[in-house]
């Protein structure tokens, strides 16, 4: 797995507000997440946590505010951003007509690492079974497989990862979530449930809560 050097991956966020359907989400949100840096985002169905991923991946193009990729902001910093991003949606994102061999063959990876990445998550097996016969779980681990292939970009953009896992599989997932972090990346993620990763901050939408400074390695906070 790749080593990340610190100095090329800084996600900041300015005084961002969001709206959707001409209901405001939150305002006055503002964190940076640097190399080595892990935040986790909480918040009731509704508060804007999906609508936030998918602002900061450029998907959603109507918020105030300002979203900067290593200091430079989007739009302009777009490309580079998505040169580093490893994006999984709440949907799993996998093609169900295609097994999924196929599936991580379709995103770049060589037969071998597609192979190993799946055996990381308890899918070996079944890597020439149609995803539409597999379970939502294993569609889910599917997706995951992506964390596992060896060029994983450095910042990873996950919206609901645990969702349809079970207990092993959430295991499986919080320890190379802890590797990624180990060796300088850097994770935003939404979920309900507790991880125990080092140094994780957490960001609750439903209070419009912000963290105020540099979330990064070792977990200090640069206060302004």
């Known amino acids: 797995?790749?080593?990340?050097?610190?100095?090329?991956?800084?996600?900041?966020?300015?005084d961002l507000s969001c709206e959707r359907d001409g209901r405001r989400l939150f305002a006055g949100l503002s964190f940076e997440l640097a190399a080595g840096g892990a935040l986790q985002l909480l918040g009731a169905n509704g508060a804007g946590k999906t609508t936030l991923l998918r602002t900061l991946i450029g998907s959603a193009g109507d918020f105030?505010?300002?979203?900067?990729?290593?200091?430079?902001?989007?739009?302009?910093?777009?490309p580079a951003l998505r040169e580093s991003l490893l994006y999984i949606g709440h949907q799993a994102g996998v093609r169900r007509g295609l097994t999924p061999l196929e599936n991580l063959s379709w995103y770049g990876a060589a037969e071998d690492d597609a192979l190993w990445a799946l055996e990381q998550v308890d899918l070996f097996g079944f890597e020439d079974s149609l995803c539409q016969q597999?379970?939502?779980?294993?569609?889910?681990?599917?997706?995951?497989?992506?964390?596992?292939?060896?060029?994983?970009?450095?910042?990873?953009?996950?919206?609901?990862?645990?969702?349809?896992?079970?207990?092993?599989?959430?295991?499986?997932?919080?320890?190379?979530?802890?590797?990624?972090?180990?060796?300088?990346?850097?994770?935003?993620?939404?979920?309900?449930?507790?991880l125990a990763l080092a140094q994780l901050q957490r960001l609750n939408l439903s209070d419009c809560a912000a963290i105020p400074g540099e979330i990064g390695a070792g977990g200090d906070s640069v206060f302004s």
């Open 1 to 14: 797995m790749p080593e990340f050097p610190t100095s090329r991956h800084r996600l900041s966020v300015r």
């Open 64 to 78: 105030g505010g300002e979203i900067l990729w290593n200091g430079r902001p989007l739009p302009r910093a777009l």
């Open 134 to 194: 597999l379970s939502a779980g294993q569609n889910r681990r599917v997706a995951l497989a992506r964390l596992y292939l060896p060029d994983a970009a450095p910042l990873w953009i996950l919206d609901e990862p645990l969702a349809a896992l079970d207990v092993a599989g959430v295991a499986g997932l919080e320890a190379r979530m802890a590797d990624h972090i180990d060796r300088g990346g850097s994770i935003l993620f939404t979920s309900h449930q507790p």
